[in-house]
């Protein structure tokens, strides 16, 4: 991990030095219930190419990290339904949403999503075929992206895939706008990363096998699959 601590001291902290998880937390408990609005205008098409890229399939044991309020969490169980689907997120009422949705949807399914911090995974080394993880990273400082991004591999069998999702900052106009958003609402908006992540977790000890751009409405986002 030496390369990955080496590769994240050299990120300029875009005016957001820390995490702010707390303020994070709060928003996105705020907004459980009218999340799903957002996910469908802006998110599912990449949902669907990462279930198609991503290599998941049933009998896995997957997890996904930062479920939100669970759209690309019922994806996964859908695929994955003789496996088992793990989800987290730091908002406990985005995490019992998509647990109690999971469950509706999917009784017999072995599905479980709970309330946990990306950065301190509770789970054991090398206990997941795959590890999907969907708009995330902006929120993050970029210490804690370095943090969570060694939970992706420490918590990965060798050879597993890790599926991230980033805001794609291909657009200059989508930018400036985003720009402004996230001085405006850092908490809920973070700021792009996409453009510095791929070398991140290579230096993470990952291989990128898959790089694909999707758009939906203006809204741009980057799909990486890379191999541990
Ligand atoms: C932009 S939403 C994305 C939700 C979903 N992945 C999607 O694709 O629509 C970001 C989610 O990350 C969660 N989150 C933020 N910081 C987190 C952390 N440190 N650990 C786990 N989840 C976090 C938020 O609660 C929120 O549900």
Not at 30 to 40: D, E, F, G, K, Q
Not at 81 to 106: C, I
Request: hydrophobic share 40%.
């Amino acid at each position: 991990m030496d390369k990955l601590e080496y590769s994240i001291r050299a990120w300029p902290t875009n005016g957001m030095p820390a995490t702010l998880a707390d303020r994070t937390r709060r928003v996105y408990d705020r907004l459980a219930a009218v999340y799903p609005i957002s996910t469908m205008l802006f998110h599912s098409r990449a949902h669907r190419s990462v279930v198609e890229f991503s290599g998941i399939c049933d009998g896995m044991r997957v997890l996904e990290v930062a479920t939100g309020s669970g759209e690309m969490f019922r994806r996964l169980v859908r695929a994955n339904q003789g496996g088992s689907t793990v989800g987290v997120d730091l908002s406990p009422k985005m995490a019992a949403r998509t647990q109690h949705h999971a469950r509706r949807e999917f009784p017999g399914c072995r599905a479980h999503c709970q309330a946990v911090d990306a950065r301190y995974l509770p789970f054991r080394d090398a206990s997941f075929d795959a590890v999907i993880c969907c708009y995330l990273l902006e929120l993050l400082s970029a210490e804690d992206i370095g943090r969570a991004v060694g939970e992706f591999h420490r918590v990965l069998r060798r050879n597993g895939r890790l599926a991230l999702v980033l805001i794609g900052q291909n657009t200059a106009v989508f930018n400036g706008i985003y720009r402004v958003l996230g001085k405006v609402a850092p908490a809920f908006w973070g700021r792009q990363v996409e453009e510095r992540v791929p070398d991140l977790i290579q230096a993470g000890e990952f291989e990128i096998v898959r790089d694909h751009m999707v758009r939906q409405t203006f809204y741009p986002s980057r799909v990486l699959v890379a191999r541990k």
